[in-house]
């Protein structure tokens, strides 16, 4: 059923992963979708294979983000869904942590999704959808996860403020947690496949039901959240881990 039909959505990070995925099922339920992502190439291609648009965007940069925001006007006018996924994933242990790590994770993950929300609540619609990529990191307390589960912290602390904020416009803020989804996430910081199905095994010896789960499960969640079934819903956090973090 085409629940979006006429709707104008952003996803942020999508030629690849979680919001590649969404971004099909955005466009499957009828949206118009604009994706963005840093690299070029990727960018022009995944948009090609989807059948959307694409706009080379550094999330992580607040000029771009605004270059971003005035193309989308003049080209769009209005966004009525905007789905703020773009990010990466570093590790470190707090003791040996280095300020490149905290600065890049926390310029994209944190900075580039909270400008990405003020700078686009101008040319939402009064009665869009706003949702944030988060992690159920955010709540959990893993060793060296300090500075990427803090960014989330941050967003999901952002979302509720947001949802408040927003509320006398109708415009609705919610975010997804997912727990191990299967993406080039972990593939981007240069693990080589052994590594990969080692870090899978222990991810799932820790799910209870014992299974990664698939950027598909993902965009449906934020296809739902985009649409009027979920009209009553904002300021929520939707964990979707499997049940890892319980
Ligand atoms: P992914 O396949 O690596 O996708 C990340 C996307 O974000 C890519 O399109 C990437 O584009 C884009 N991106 C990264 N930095 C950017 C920047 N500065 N500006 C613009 N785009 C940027 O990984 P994913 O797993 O789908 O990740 C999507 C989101 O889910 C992230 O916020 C991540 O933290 C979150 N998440 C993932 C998992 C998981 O297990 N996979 C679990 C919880 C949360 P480029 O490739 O061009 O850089």
Redesign the pocket.
């Known amino acids: 059923m085409k629940t979006l039909k006429d709707k104008i959505a952003v996803v942020?990070?999508?030629?690849?992963?979680?919001?590649?995925a969404t971004a099909k099922i955005l466009k499957e339920q009828g949206a118009s979708v604009i994706i963005?992502?840093?690299?070029t190439e990727?960018?022009n291609a995944a948009a090609h294979e989807l059948g959307v648009s694409g706009i080379v965007?550094?999330?992580?940069k607040l000029s771009a983000i605004e270059n971003l925001v005035r193309t989308i006007k003049e080209d769009f006018g209005a966004v009525d869904i905007l789905f703020i996924?773009?990010?990466?994933?570093l590790g470190s242990d707090i003791e040996h942590v280095t300020e490149e790590l905290f600065d890049g994770i926390m310029?994209?993950?944190f900075k580039?999704a909270y400008f990405t929300l003020s700078r686009f609540i101008p040319i939402l619609n009064d009665g869009a959808s706003v949702i944030f990529?988060?992690?159920?990191?955010a709540s959990m307390n893993g060793a060296t996860t300090s500075a990427?589960a803090s960014s989330?912290a941050a967003l999901n602390s952002t979302m509720k403020i947001a949802a408040v904020e927003l509320a006398p416009r109708k415009i609705r803020v919610n975010a997804v947690?997912?727990?191990?989804?299967?993406?080039?996430?972990l593939k981007?910081q240069g693990l080589n496949d052994e590594q990969l199905q080692e870090i899978k095994e222990w991810i799932i010896d820790r799910v209870p039901l014992h299974h990664m789960g698939s950027?598909i499960d993902i965009g449906k969640m934020v296809a739902h959240l985009s649409s009027s079934e979920s009209s009553f819903v904002t300021g929520s956090e939707f964990i979707m881990d499997g049940g890892m973090s319980l």
């Open positions: 942020t990070g999508g030629n690849s992963g979680i919001g590649y963005t992502g840093r690299r990727a960018i965007a550094d999330q992580g996924n773009a990010g990466i994933y310029d994209v993950n580039g990529l988060s992690s159920n990191t990427y989330k947690s997912p727990g191990p989804i299967e993406t080039d996430l981007k950027a």
